[in-house]
C-alpha cells in the first residue's frame, strides 16, 4: 500500500474515535493544557514500551489503540495550540471535527515533505524506536 493511503487509512480509524468520544463527551479536553495533553501522549508511549518489553499486557486493550490515542492527543495538542485564548471551552462537533481535519491535513503535507527528504527513512526503523520517540 503506498503511503499516502497507508496515512489516510490509519487516520480514519483515528478520526474516527475522536468524532464518536465528541458526540459522546463534547470536547472536555479542551481544559487540558498543552503540557497535560503530553502527559497524556506519554502515559500511552509508556504503556505501549511496557507491554513491548513484557510481552503481555494485563488490561485487555492492545498497543495499537494506544497509537491511536498518541495521534488524538497530538491533534488536540496542535488543535489547543491554534486557538486563541478567548475561544470557548465547549466546542461544537461540527466545529471540533473541522479542526481536527486541518490538524490531520497540515500533518499529511509535513510526512509528504519529511518522506521527500529521509526517503521514507521510518519504514526500516523498529516499532520499539517510533515509541520512543
Known amino acids: 500500500m503506498d503511503t499516502l493511503a497507508q496515512y489516510d487509512q490509519c487516520l480514519a480509524t483515528c478520526e474516527d474515535l ?12 479542551r481544559i487540558l493544557r498543552p503540557s497535560s495533553l503530553t502527559d497524556q501522549i506519554f502515559i ?10 513484557v510481552g503481555a499486557a494485563k488490561v485487555d486493550e492492545g498497543i495499537e489503540s ?8 497530538c491533534f488536540m495538542a ?15 462537533a461540527d466545529e471540533a471535527n473541522r479542526l481536527y481535519d486541518e490538524a490531520k491535513e ?7 515533505k519529511k518522506n521527500h527528504d ?7 526503523m523498529r516499532v520499539s524506536s517510533l515509541t520512543d520517540l
Open 66 to 73: 494506544e497509537f491511536v490515542g498518541i495521534v488524538n492527543y
Open 18 to 29: 475522536f468524532k464518536r468520544k465528541t458526540l459522546d463527551y463534547g470536547t472536555a479536553w
Open 118 to 124: 529521509y526517503g521514507e527513512a521510518w519504514r526500516d
Open 78 to 92: 496542535l488543535i489547543q495550540l491554534t486557538l486563541p485564548a478567548e475561544a470557548p471551552m465547549e466546542l461544537e
Open 44 to 53: 500511552k508511549a509508556n504503556r505501549i514500551r511496557t507491554i513491548q518489553e
Open 106 to 112: 497540515t500533518t499529511r503535507q509535513l510526512m509528504v
